[in-house]
Nanobody, 114 residues
């Protein structure tokens, strides 16, 4: 069974940083692109960043230069380092295999507020 467990969220002031982690299970992690998504209240879930098995990365324009996605294939874990956080980054963050019909995990809440 494919599963994703996200962690690392919290409350942070504008300009602060957080590092999210997502542990995946139920498939051969190193064979797949992995992505982070986020959903703010009242909005659709959007793609934030993706990484290939070999470390190729892409980012949404809104987070370029502030967020960094990385992965540890040995630990089946994908990370999202978020710096210079802004109130508009407030959302529940999820990870999943890119373009696969996986079920969503519970996500991790990120709140950016002073």
């Amino acid at each position: 069974q494919v599963q994703f467990v996200e962690s690392g969220g919290g409350l942070v002031q504008p300009g602060g940083s957080l590092r999210l982690s997502c542990v995946a299970s139920g498939f051969t992690f190193s064979n797949y692109y992995m992505s982070w998504y986020r959903q703010a209240p009242g909005k659709e879930r959007d793609l934030v960043a993706s990484t290939s098995a070999g470390g190729f990365t892409v980012y949404a324009d809104s987070v370029k230069g502030r967020f960094t996605v990385s992965r540890d294939n040995a630990r089946s874990t994908v990370y999202l380092q978020m710096n210079d956080l802004k109130p508009e980054d407030t959302a529940v963050y999820y990870c999943k295999r890119t373009n696969r019909p996986d079920s969503w995990g519970l996500g991790t809440q990120v709140t950016v507020s002073s």
